[in-house]
């Protein structure tokens, strides 16, 4: 079992940036790929970005390719989101999530409670 605590979420004005941590616990955290997903209110949840076991490969939304950065500490077991150049479009609750796979595969096993993040115009 996985467990995955984000933080880092809150309001921000159109252009400003935040950074989002998710730690992960239960298990051996720098084998298992991760990804950021997000939910809007009254849209699906959709994928933002995720990054392999290594952090050498990473995948992007075209919606936030040159915007959104993602890492990890796998010292630290915490992966994280560097979003910049935010937009009001942007606004949704962010969840963190784990895949079994060292690699990003179909889908995540694992997910956070989300993280919401405001973006006022």
């Known amino acids: 079992q996985v467990q995955l605590v984000e933080s880092g979420g809150g309001l921000v004005q159109s252009g400003g940036s935040l950074r989002l941590s998710c730690a992960a616990s239960?298990?051996?955290?720098?084998?298992?790929?991760m990804g950021w997903f997000r939910q809007a209110p009254g849209k699906e949840r959709e994928f933002v970005a995720a990054?392999?076991?290594?952090?050498?490969?990473?995948y992007y939304a075209d919606s936030v390719k040159g915007q959104f950065t993602i890492s990890r500490d796998n010292a630290k077991n915490t992966v994280y989101l560097q979003m910049n150049s935010l937009k009001p479009e942007d606004t949704a609750v962010y969840y963190c999530?784990?895949?079994?796979?060292?690699?990003?595969?179909?889908?995540?096993?694992?997910w956070g409670q989300g993280t919401q993040v405001t973006v006022s115009s």
């Open positions: 239960g298990r051996t955290f720098s084998s298992n790929a």
């Open positions: 999530a784990c895949y079994k796979s060292s690699y990003v595969d179909t889908s995540p096993d694992y």
């Open positions: 990054i392999n076991w290594s952090g050498i490969s990473t």
